[in-house]
């Protein structure tokens, strides 16, 4: 299995940009689809963003399309989410996730996830 630790989360006010980051380690994370996920307390967690393994296919919740852009560097095992124009309603626990499915595109549900990541607070204060 893949082990996830995400960081980069903090307090931003409105109309600013966070850098979200995902190291892995134990495998390499050129075998998965990665996704970030988010979770507000008393919602359910949401997709955000993934990436396919080559990074050629991309595919983001349309509340942050636009805003928020996900990478990948195999050769570093990282993933990232860079996100500019935060809103208040950004304000989240978020996760990375790995997904080993044999699929060329990524998949937004979250029991196609495998593993996941401890998470990392981003506050957005209006």
């Known amino acids: 299995q893949v082990q996830l630790v995400e960081s980069g989360g903090g307090l931003v006010q409105a109309g600013g940009s966070l850098r979200l980051s995902c190291a892995a380690s134990?495998?390499?994370?050129?075998?998965?689809?990665m996704g970030w996920f988010r979770q507000a307390p008393g919602k359910e967690r949401e997709f955000v963003a993934g990436?396919?393994?080559?990074?050629?296919?991309?595919d983001y919740a349309d509340s942050v399309k636009g805003r928020f852009t996900i990478s990948r560097d195999n050769a570093k095992n990282t993933v990232s989410l860079q996100m500019n124009s935060l809103k208040p309603e950004d304000t989240a626990v978020y996760f990375c996730a790995a997904d080993r499915g044999l699929y060329a595109t990524v998949r937004r549900k979250t029991e196609f996830y495998d593993n996941w990541g401890q998470g990392t607070q981003v506050t957005v204060s209006s």
């Open positions: 990436i396919n393994r080559s990074g050629g296919n991309t």
């Open positions: 134990g495998r390499t994370v050129s075998l998965y689809i």
